[in-house]
Protein backbone atom coordinates (compact mmCIF):
# COMPACT_ATOMS: atom_id res chain seq x y z
CA UNK A 1 0.00 0.00 0.00
CA UNK A 2 1.39 3.56 -0.83
CA UNK A 3 1.44 5.97 1.74
CA UNK A 4 -1.31 8.90 2.13
CA UNK A 5 -0.07 12.38 3.29
CA UNK A 6 -2.37 14.26 4.41
CA UNK A 7 -1.13 18.02 4.46
CA UNK A 8 0.21 19.32 7.55
CA UNK A 9 -3.02 21.47 8.03
CA UNK A 10 -5.29 19.31 7.68
CA UNK A 11 -3.94 17.02 10.82
CA UNK A 12 -4.69 17.42 14.23
CA UNK A 13 -2.22 19.23 16.62
CA UNK A 14 -1.59 16.47 18.81
CA UNK A 15 -2.44 13.33 17.13
CA UNK A 16 -2.87 10.89 20.38
CA UNK A 17 -6.54 9.27 20.86
CA UNK A 18 -5.79 6.11 22.32
CA UNK A 19 -8.50 4.98 24.90
CA UNK A 20 -5.72 4.30 27.36
CA UNK A 21 -2.78 4.72 27.72
CA UNK A 22 -3.97 8.28 26.09
CA UNK A 23 -2.58 11.94 25.34
CA UNK A 24 -0.57 13.15 28.13
CA UNK A 25 -0.60 17.67 27.96
CA UNK A 26 2.43 19.09 27.83
CA UNK A 27 1.57 20.88 30.81
CA UNK A 28 1.93 17.52 32.61
CA UNK A 29 5.48 16.86 30.92
CA UNK A 30 6.39 20.17 32.49
CA UNK A 31 5.08 19.81 35.91
CA UNK A 32 7.83 16.19 35.74
CA UNK A 33 10.62 18.39 34.70
CA UNK A 34 9.37 21.08 38.02
CA UNK A 35 9.73 18.60 40.12
CA UNK A 36 12.83 16.52 38.90
CA UNK A 37 15.07 17.57 41.54
CA UNK A 38 12.29 17.82 44.34
CA UNK A 39 10.13 15.15 43.73
CA UNK A 40 11.95 12.73 41.18
CA UNK A 41 13.88 10.43 42.62
CA UNK A 42 13.03 11.01 46.38
CA UNK A 43 11.16 9.20 48.92
CA UNK A 44 6.91 8.59 49.14
CA UNK A 45 7.91 8.75 52.48
CA UNK A 46 8.31 11.94 52.70
CA UNK A 47 6.14 15.45 52.95
CA UNK A 48 6.98 16.32 48.91
CA UNK A 49 5.67 13.36 47.86
CA UNK A 50 2.77 12.91 50.75
CA UNK A 51 1.97 16.75 49.76
CA UNK A 52 1.31 15.64 46.07
CA UNK A 53 -1.16 12.31 47.42
CA UNK A 54 -2.92 14.83 49.29
CA UNK A 55 -3.23 17.23 46.70
CA UNK A 56 -4.57 14.18 44.17
CA UNK A 57 -6.79 12.87 47.27
CA UNK A 58 -8.36 16.34 47.68
CA UNK A 59 -8.78 17.23 44.50
CA UNK A 60 -10.80 14.34 43.94
CA UNK A 61 -12.96 14.92 46.64
CA UNK A 62 -13.90 18.45 44.98
CA UNK A 63 -13.88 16.89 41.35
CA UNK A 64 -16.45 14.63 42.32
CA UNK A 65 -18.35 16.13 45.27
CA UNK A 66 -17.69 13.33 47.35
CA UNK A 67 -20.64 12.65 50.22
CA UNK A 68 -19.71 13.24 53.90
CA UNK A 69 -17.47 9.91 54.71
CA UNK A 70 -15.94 9.25 51.57
CA UNK A 71 -12.63 9.44 50.86
CA UNK A 72 -10.10 8.51 48.53
CA UNK A 73 -7.98 5.44 48.74
CA UNK A 74 -4.84 4.55 46.16
CA UNK A 75 -2.37 1.64 46.26
CA UNK A 76 -0.10 -0.07 43.20
CA UNK A 77 -1.53 -2.04 40.06
CA UNK A 78 -4.50 -0.49 38.23
CA UNK A 79 -7.55 -1.45 38.10
CA UNK A 80 -7.12 -5.22 37.57
CA UNK A 81 -5.83 -5.18 40.81
CA UNK A 82 -8.21 -3.29 42.39
CA UNK A 83 -11.00 -6.51 40.99
CA UNK A 84 -8.55 -8.64 43.48
CA UNK A 85 -8.24 -5.97 45.61
CA UNK A 86 -12.17 -6.43 46.03
CA UNK A 87 -12.63 -10.32 46.06
CA UNK A 88 -10.06 -10.72 48.86
CA UNK A 89 -11.55 -7.79 50.88
CA UNK A 90 -14.81 -6.66 49.84
CA UNK A 91 -16.97 -9.34 48.46
CA UNK A 92 -18.54 -11.42 51.59
CA UNK A 93 -19.62 -14.31 49.67
CA UNK A 94 -21.24 -13.88 46.27
CA UNK A 95 -21.01 -10.71 43.44
CA UNK A 96 -23.46 -10.34 40.86
CA UNK A 97 -21.90 -9.00 37.89
CA UNK A 98 -23.07 -7.03 34.46
CA UNK A 99 -21.18 -8.88 32.02
CA UNK A 100 -21.06 -6.62 28.56
CA UNK A 101 -17.86 -6.88 26.78
CA UNK A 102 -13.85 -7.41 27.99
CA UNK A 103 -13.44 -5.06 31.03
CA UNK A 104 -16.84 -6.04 32.91
CA UNK A 105 -15.86 -9.66 32.10
CA UNK A 106 -12.47 -9.56 33.62
CA UNK A 107 -13.70 -9.11 37.00
CA UNK A 108 -16.27 -11.75 37.24
CA UNK A 109 -13.59 -14.32 36.23
CA UNK A 110 -11.61 -13.17 38.81
CA UNK A 111 -14.39 -13.53 41.49
CA UNK A 112 -15.50 -17.02 39.89
CA UNK A 113 -11.72 -18.51 40.33
CA UNK A 114 -11.55 -17.02 44.43
CA UNK A 115 -11.85 -20.50 46.18
CA UNK A 116 -13.20 -18.87 49.08
CA UNK A 117 -16.08 -17.05 47.03
CA UNK A 118 -19.51 -18.46 45.72
CA UNK A 119 -19.60 -18.97 41.97
CA UNK A 120 -20.79 -15.04 40.86
CA UNK A 121 -24.10 -14.47 39.31
CA UNK A 122 -23.48 -12.56 35.39
CA UNK A 123 -26.02 -10.57 33.81
CA UNK A 124 -24.83 -10.80 30.27
CA UNK A 125 -25.29 -8.35 27.41
CA UNK A 126 -24.53 -8.85 23.78
CA UNK A 127 -21.07 -6.40 22.99
CA UNK A 128 -22.36 -3.09 22.10
CA UNK A 129 -24.82 -3.36 24.57
CA UNK A 130 -25.13 -3.08 28.50
CA UNK A 131 -26.54 -5.07 31.46
CA UNK A 132 -26.93 -4.05 34.65
CA UNK A 133 -26.94 -6.53 37.28
CA UNK A 134 -30.52 -7.47 38.94
CA UNK A 135 -31.19 -8.09 42.11
CA UNK A 136 -30.41 -11.18 43.52
CA UNK A 137 -30.83 -13.04 47.18
CA UNK A 138 -27.86 -14.23 48.72
CA UNK A 139 -25.92 -11.13 46.68
CA UNK A 140 -23.46 -8.52 48.63
CA UNK A 141 -21.97 -7.12 46.09
CA UNK A 142 -23.78 -5.67 42.79
CA UNK A 143 -20.25 -4.99 39.93
CA UNK A 144 -20.36 -3.66 36.83
CA UNK A 145 -18.12 -1.33 34.44
CA UNK A 146 -19.38 2.44 33.79
CA UNK A 147 -17.82 2.82 30.30
CA UNK A 148 -16.77 -0.70 29.11
CA UNK A 149 -14.31 0.77 27.19
CA UNK A 150 -13.57 -2.24 24.68
CA UNK A 151 -17.15 -1.21 23.03
CA UNK A 152 -17.66 2.28 23.60
CA UNK A 153 -20.70 1.71 25.92
CA UNK A 154 -21.92 3.82 28.77
CA UNK A 155 -23.69 2.32 31.25
CA UNK A 156 -26.20 3.94 33.96
CA UNK A 157 -24.26 4.55 37.89
CA UNK A 158 -26.97 3.70 40.23
CA UNK A 159 -27.86 1.31 43.01
CA UNK A 160 -29.54 -1.82 42.05
CA UNK A 161 -33.11 -1.41 43.79
CA UNK A 162 -33.23 -3.26 46.68
CA UNK A 163 -29.70 -4.03 47.13
CA UNK A 164 -29.13 -1.31 49.95
CA UNK A 165 -31.94 -3.01 51.90
CA UNK A 166 -29.64 -6.17 51.53
CA UNK A 167 -26.55 -4.37 52.78
CA UNK A 168 -24.98 -5.36 49.54
CA UNK A 169 -22.29 -3.24 48.36
CA UNK A 170 -22.27 -1.16 44.50
CA UNK A 171 -18.92 -1.89 42.69
CA UNK A 172 -18.47 0.45 39.95
CA UNK A 173 -15.63 0.56 37.63
CA UNK A 174 -14.59 3.74 36.52
CA UNK A 175 -11.33 2.92 34.42
CA UNK A 176 -12.07 4.70 31.52
CA UNK A 177 -15.31 6.93 32.75
CA UNK A 178 -14.10 8.61 35.97
CA UNK A 179 -13.42 12.19 34.81
CA UNK A 180 -15.48 12.37 31.30
CA UNK A 181 -18.83 10.98 32.17
CA UNK A 182 -21.31 12.44 34.30
CA UNK A 183 -21.38 10.37 37.95
CA UNK A 184 -22.63 10.61 41.33
CA UNK A 185 -20.53 8.42 43.57
CA UNK A 186 -23.27 8.41 46.30
CA UNK A 187 -24.45 5.46 43.96
CA UNK A 188 -21.72 3.82 44.62
CA UNK A 189 -19.38 2.57 47.70
CA UNK A 190 -16.25 2.06 45.41
CA UNK A 191 -16.08 3.97 42.32
CA UNK A 192 -12.76 2.82 41.53
CA UNK A 193 -10.41 3.58 38.31
CA UNK A 194 -6.73 3.41 36.53
CA UNK A 195 -4.92 7.51 35.78
CA UNK A 196 -4.26 6.35 32.16
CA UNK A 197 -7.30 7.30 30.88
CA UNK A 198 -9.30 10.50 31.23
CA UNK A 199 -6.61 11.44 34.02
CA UNK A 200 -4.31 11.43 31.27
CA UNK A 201 -1.56 10.15 33.16
CA UNK A 202 0.94 6.68 33.20
CA UNK A 203 -0.48 3.97 34.23
CA UNK A 204 0.13 1.37 37.73
CA UNK A 205 -1.78 3.32 40.19
CA UNK A 206 -5.67 2.04 41.44
CA UNK A 207 -7.51 5.05 42.90
CA UNK A 208 -11.05 4.58 44.51
CA UNK A 209 -13.69 6.29 45.91
CA UNK A 210 -15.01 4.28 48.50
CA UNK A 211 -18.16 4.89 51.03
CA UNK A 212 -18.29 4.36 54.81
CA UNK A 213 -19.89 0.91 53.79
CA UNK A 214 -17.21 -0.25 51.59
CA UNK A 215 -14.27 0.71 53.93
CA UNK A 216 -16.49 -1.08 56.83
CA UNK A 217 -17.41 -4.27 54.76
CA UNK A 218 -13.18 -4.48 54.20
CA UNK A 219 -12.53 -4.51 57.95
CA UNK A 220 -15.23 -7.39 58.71
CA UNK A 221 -13.92 -9.36 55.70
CA UNK A 222 -10.89 -9.05 56.82
CA UNK A 223 -11.31 -9.51 60.76
CA UNK A 224 -13.16 -12.52 59.69
CA UNK A 225 -10.30 -13.94 57.46
CA UNK A 226 -8.19 -14.23 60.51
CA UNK A 227 -10.67 -16.04 62.61
CA UNK A 228 -9.54 -19.79 63.15
CA UNK A 229 -10.89 -22.16 59.94
CA UNK A 230 -11.56 -18.59 57.84
CA UNK A 231 -10.93 -19.92 54.08
CA UNK A 232 -10.31 -16.96 52.89
CA UNK A 233 -6.50 -15.66 52.11
CA UNK A 234 -6.52 -11.78 52.07
CA UNK A 235 -2.76 -10.91 50.56
CA UNK A 236 -0.95 -7.93 52.04
CA UNK A 237 -0.47 -6.57 48.86
CA UNK A 238 -4.69 -6.98 48.46
CA UNK A 239 -5.60 -5.79 51.69
CA UNK A 240 -7.83 -2.84 51.67
CA UNK A 241 -7.61 -1.86 54.78
CA UNK A 242 -3.52 -1.43 54.47
CA UNK A 243 -4.55 0.90 51.23
CA UNK A 244 -6.61 3.09 53.54
CA UNK A 245 -4.65 3.10 56.45
CA UNK A 246 -1.67 3.89 53.82
CA UNK A 247 -4.31 6.59 52.14
CA UNK A 248 -5.07 8.51 55.15
CA UNK A 249 -1.52 8.96 55.66
CA UNK A 250 -1.20 10.27 51.98
CA UNK A 251 0.72 7.35 51.28
CA UNK A 252 0.56 3.75 49.30
CA UNK A 253 1.55 0.59 50.94
CA UNK A 254 4.33 -0.11 48.36
CA UNK A 255 6.69 2.46 46.77
CA UNK A 256 4.79 4.14 43.30
CA UNK A 257 6.21 5.73 40.39
CA UNK A 258 6.54 9.06 41.41
CA UNK A 259 6.15 10.56 37.74
CA UNK A 260 2.58 9.01 37.70
CA UNK A 261 1.66 10.75 41.04
CA UNK A 262 2.54 14.07 39.45
CA UNK A 263 1.13 13.88 36.39
CA UNK A 264 -2.03 12.60 37.95
CA UNK A 265 -2.19 15.66 40.62
CA UNK A 266 -1.36 18.25 37.60
CA UNK A 267 -4.74 16.49 35.60
CA UNK A 268 -6.87 17.30 38.70
CA UNK A 269 -5.61 20.45 39.50
CA UNK A 270 -6.18 20.81 35.75
CA UNK A 271 -9.59 19.80 35.42
CA UNK A 272 -10.79 21.81 38.59
CA UNK A 273 -9.15 24.65 37.63
CA UNK A 274 -11.42 24.72 34.47
CA UNK A 275 -14.77 23.89 36.01
CA UNK A 276 -14.66 20.22 37.54
CA UNK A 277 -16.77 17.52 36.14
CA UNK A 278 -19.55 19.66 34.99
CA UNK A 279 -16.64 20.95 32.44
CA UNK A 280 -15.05 17.70 31.40
CA UNK A 281 -18.08 16.20 30.64
CA UNK A 282 -19.30 19.13 28.32
CA UNK A 283 -15.93 18.90 26.81
CA UNK A 284 -16.00 15.08 26.37
CA UNK A 285 -19.83 15.06 25.04
CA UNK A 286 -18.61 17.33 22.09
CA UNK A 287 -15.79 15.40 20.99
CA UNK A 288 -18.28 12.37 21.51
CA UNK A 289 -21.15 14.33 19.58
CA UNK A 290 -18.50 15.43 16.54
CA UNK A 291 -17.68 11.53 16.17
CA UNK A 292 -21.15 10.38 16.17
CA UNK A 293 -22.69 13.20 13.91
CA UNK A 294 -19.81 12.88 11.46
CA UNK A 295 -20.36 8.63 11.66
CA UNK A 296 -24.14 9.55 11.21
CA UNK A 297 -23.66 11.43 8.18
CA UNK A 298 -21.43 9.47 6.58
CA UNK A 299 -21.97 7.06 3.89
CA UNK A 300 -19.29 4.39 5.37
CA UNK A 301 -19.42 5.10 8.76
CA UNK A 302 -21.69 4.75 11.42
CA UNK A 303 -21.95 4.45 15.05
CA UNK A 304 -21.21 0.94 16.61
CA UNK A 305 -23.50 1.38 19.38
CA UNK A 306 -27.13 1.16 18.11
CA UNK A 307 -28.82 3.01 21.10
CA UNK A 308 -27.84 6.34 21.24
CA UNK A 309 -28.03 6.55 25.22
CA UNK A 310 -25.54 4.22 25.05
CA UNK A 311 -22.86 5.94 23.02
CA UNK A 312 -19.96 6.76 25.30
CA UNK A 313 -18.80 10.03 25.69
CA UNK A 314 -15.05 9.13 26.53
CA UNK A 315 -14.43 6.13 24.30
CA UNK A 316 -16.12 6.40 20.94
CA UNK A 317 -16.95 3.47 18.23
CA UNK A 318 -17.39 3.66 14.55
CA UNK A 319 -17.88 0.78 12.42
CA UNK A 320 -16.91 1.58 9.17
CA UNK A 321 -18.55 -0.57 6.16
CA UNK A 322 -16.74 -3.51 4.50
CA UNK A 323 -15.98 -2.21 1.49
CA UNK A 324 -12.92 0.12 3.90
CA UNK A 325 -10.34 -2.00 6.23
CA UNK A 326 -10.36 -0.44 9.41
CA UNK A 327 -6.88 -1.57 9.80
CA UNK A 328 -6.06 0.12 6.72
CA UNK A 329 -7.36 3.34 7.98
CA UNK A 330 -5.60 2.92 11.46
CA UNK A 331 -1.77 2.39 9.56
CA UNK A 332 -2.53 5.21 7.31
CA UNK A 333 -3.51 7.57 10.15
CA UNK A 334 -0.43 6.15 12.28
CA UNK A 335 1.84 6.95 9.25
CA UNK A 336 0.88 10.52 9.48
CA UNK A 337 1.27 10.18 13.23
CA UNK A 338 -2.61 10.11 13.96
CA UNK A 339 -2.36 7.05 16.61
CA UNK A 340 -4.46 4.28 18.47
CA UNK A 341 -7.30 4.08 16.61
CA UNK A 342 -7.88 1.04 16.40
CA UNK A 343 -10.83 -1.51 17.83
CA UNK A 344 -10.34 -3.49 20.46
CA UNK A 345 -8.29 -6.54 19.80
CA UNK A 346 -10.22 -9.22 20.72
CA UNK A 347 -13.29 -7.86 19.45
CA UNK A 348 -12.50 -8.18 16.35
CA UNK A 349 -14.77 -5.72 14.63
CA UNK A 350 -14.37 -3.47 11.21
CA UNK A 351 -14.22 -0.58 13.26
CA UNK A 352 -12.16 2.80 14.90
CA UNK A 353 -12.22 3.39 18.12
CA UNK A 354 -11.43 7.28 19.88
CA UNK A 355 -10.51 7.99 23.09
CA UNK A 356 -12.11 11.56 23.73
CA UNK A 357 -11.02 12.31 27.17
CA UNK A 358 -10.69 15.76 28.75
CA UNK A 359 -7.37 16.19 27.50
CA UNK A 360 -8.14 15.66 24.05
CA UNK A 361 -9.09 18.94 22.20
CA UNK A 362 -12.51 19.21 20.95
CA UNK A 363 -10.97 20.71 17.49
CA UNK A 364 -8.06 18.00 17.53
CA UNK A 365 -11.48 15.61 17.41
CA UNK A 366 -13.05 17.74 14.49
CA UNK A 367 -9.71 17.11 12.49
CA UNK A 368 -9.65 13.31 12.66
CA UNK A 369 -13.01 13.58 11.06
CA UNK A 370 -11.45 15.43 7.83
CA UNK A 371 -8.45 13.31 8.36
CA UNK A 372 -10.59 9.69 7.72
CA UNK A 373 -12.15 11.21 5.06
CA UNK A 374 -9.33 12.11 3.69
CA UNK A 375 -8.05 8.59 3.76
CA UNK A 376 -10.76 6.74 2.82
CA UNK A 377 -11.42 9.12 -0.29
CA UNK A 378 -7.37 7.60 -1.30
CA UNK A 379 -7.29 4.03 -0.20
C1 LIG B 1 -8.25 0.07 31.08
C2 LIG B 1 -9.33 -0.52 31.88
C3 LIG B 1 -9.06 -1.42 32.93
C4 LIG B 1 -7.67 -1.92 33.23
O1 LIG B 1 -6.86 -0.92 33.72
P1 LIG B 1 -5.36 -1.30 34.16
O2 LIG B 1 -4.83 -0.02 34.71
O3 LIG B 1 -4.65 -1.74 32.92
O4 LIG B 1 -5.46 -2.37 35.16
C5 LIG B 1 -10.12 -1.87 33.67
N1 LIG B 1 -11.38 -1.48 33.43
C6 LIG B 1 -11.68 -0.64 32.42
C7 LIG B 1 -13.11 -0.24 32.20
C8 LIG B 1 -10.68 -0.12 31.62
O5 LIG B 1 -10.97 0.73 30.64
Known amino acids: MTTITIPQDMRPEDGRFGSGPSKIRPEQVAALDAGATTLLGTSHRQAPVRRLVADIREGLRDFFRMPDGYEVALGNGGASAFWDVACASLINRRAAFGCYGSFSAK ?113 RVEHAATLPGARRWVPPFLSLTSAIANSRKDQTLNTPAVATLVMMADQVRWLNGNGGLDWAVARCAKSAETLYAWAERSDYASPSVADPAARSHAVVTIDLDERIKASDVVAALRDNGIVDTAGYRKLGRNQLRVGVFPSVEPSDVKALTACVDYIVERL
Open 107 to 219: FAASAASAPFLEDPVRFEGEPGTYRLPELTDGVDAYCWAHNETSTGVAAPVRRVPGSLEQDALTLVDGTSAAGALPVDVSQTDAYYFSPQKAFGSDGGLWVAVLSPTAVERAA
